[in-house]
């Protein structure tokens, strides 16, 4: 480890004049240490790391590195902070070849599953490295640091593109500058910072300003987070509305696209959702903002989305069961959760037959077609403008059709009586869902304060709606698997009873949500509700 108020520091020499910089660097610490290499040192020789996260860096956003450091049998994972502060480390056996990369039990996995899961660790640098040490010894003959020398080559794996602009943009392969680390000999902290101070004396010996990993993603063309799923389009208030409208369809294109390759691999269900809120975002932003785009644009594309969704409905609908699984499964009361097995294999069966009907569907023409001529026409607006002379300002058009989507809300919801079919919320759902869109495609135009207010009042309501919806379809679900699964002779007496008993408790969950619906609603399109409405359409100040 190196030492408290001791930096790492990189070579600034020229390619091939490495090694003369070094044996200066070597030099100066000989003027005050004995100096004589350690070849057969630990950390010596070749040496092989590969940093790991998810596919949106959930482990960088929450300030941690995870890197696994390969043996010839197995390994070691190391879990430590962005600043180097160790957190875990975790012996390996076995690696896995290629993703999903699901780690063994041990306290790694122990400390970050409740930040990755469901989505799976992927490569995201691999190093290869020869290092070299160096002892440096008081005049006592006594070793009182070491000085690690790190000559590193590093590789980008194969994984799915973060955009669709990082694709010809991304090196494959890079030379790291050479790197130097003074470590600790433990009662001698003060002759490391010394060793220290002496290096960043040498001329052409630089404080590191990044570590191994940072400098990697760098020298790689990588950047850390270069992949949200939020919609976070560049637009500003005077821009033509035909323009941020392409551009927020372009940025919701480029998530379908960085998802695309993750769902053909079946990596994780997490592409597959990420991809489909994109689609519907999209739809909606067609719908309620294509008006403004050139003439039978948006129904045509409309169209092609609306094929796009309902190819990968069936697929997320089984990841959603699947997932839920082992929490539907710990509520059984009357039934044991191994009563429900049969329906778990039956469920995985289907999902393999749907993902290979989702996977042509990706790799066809029409997919293709959609995702090239969209891109074409809408770089197209975005680059010339519109056809329109005079195309009103963004900020009028979120103004307006957010104002009008506000309205349609509150006065659905408002019609609605305890007497109200299921239909009347699962209706109202949809408005409120194209209302969470608007807001979100045009947050840049809002004041912030006030942007989060609307949002947190109508995530309630909707988080209500979610639920009494999802119980409505999920007992529908059931009962389809069991007719499906008596058709296949795939269902035991006591699968079927517990899957009765999930069933009854859905129909509870339901008519929970039924009757917090009037204060959710209340919240968000009652007096208190619609002055947060108001300070939000009337614009920053």
Known sequence: ???????????????GD????????????????????EPAAPG???????????FDWRLYRAG????????????????SQADGT????????????????????????????????????????????????TRLLNADGKTVARLVADRITVTAPSQPAASHAATSQTATTAELAPRLAVTEVRGYPGQARRASALLAGVPGVAPASQGTFMAALTALGRHPADYNSGVAAEITAAMPAPVAVARLLLRLLDTVESNVDGVLRDIDTEFLHDLRVAVRRTRSAVKLLGAVLPDELAKHYQAEFKWLGDVTTPVRDLDVHLLGFDAMAAQLEAASPADLEPLRAFLARRRAREIRRLAAALRGPRFRAIADDWRKALLEIRDTGSARRRPPAAVTLALSTTGRA????????GAIIPASPPESLHDLRKRAKELRYLLEFFAPLHDPVAYRKVVGDLKQLQDCLGDFQDSEVQRGEISSLAEAMLAERAAPAV???????????????????????????????????????RVLLEGPS
């Open 64 to 79: 941690l590195v995870l890197v696994f450091e390969q043996a010839r049998r197995g390994g070691r994972l190391l879990l």
């Open 495 to 533: 699968t079927l009873l517990a899957m009765g008993e999930i069933a009854a408790k859905l129909a509870r969950s339901q008519a929970q949500a039924r009757e917090e619906f009037a204060v959710r609603f209340a919240r968000f399109a009652g007096p208190a509700g619609q002055e947060r409405v």
């Open 406 to 413: 506000f309205r349609r809300v509150a006065t659905q919801g």
């Open 86 to 133: 160790p957190q875990a480390e975790q012996a390996v056996t076995s690696w896995p070849r290629r993703p999903p990369l699901d780690l063994p039990e041990g306290p790694v996995r122990d400390r970050i599953i409740v930040l990755t899961r469901p989505r799976a660790l992927l490569p995201v640098v691999r190093a290869v490295s020869t290092a070299s040490v």
């Open 1 to 15: 480890m190196t030492a408290p108020g001791v930096r790492g520091f990189v070579l600034e020499a020229l390619p």
């Open 44 to 54: 010596a020789g070749p040496r092989r790391r590969i940093w790991l996260d998810t």
């Open 18 to 37: 490495e090694q003369n910089l070094l044996s200066a660097a070597l030099a100066t610490l000989a003027e005050a240490f004995t100096v004589i290499a």
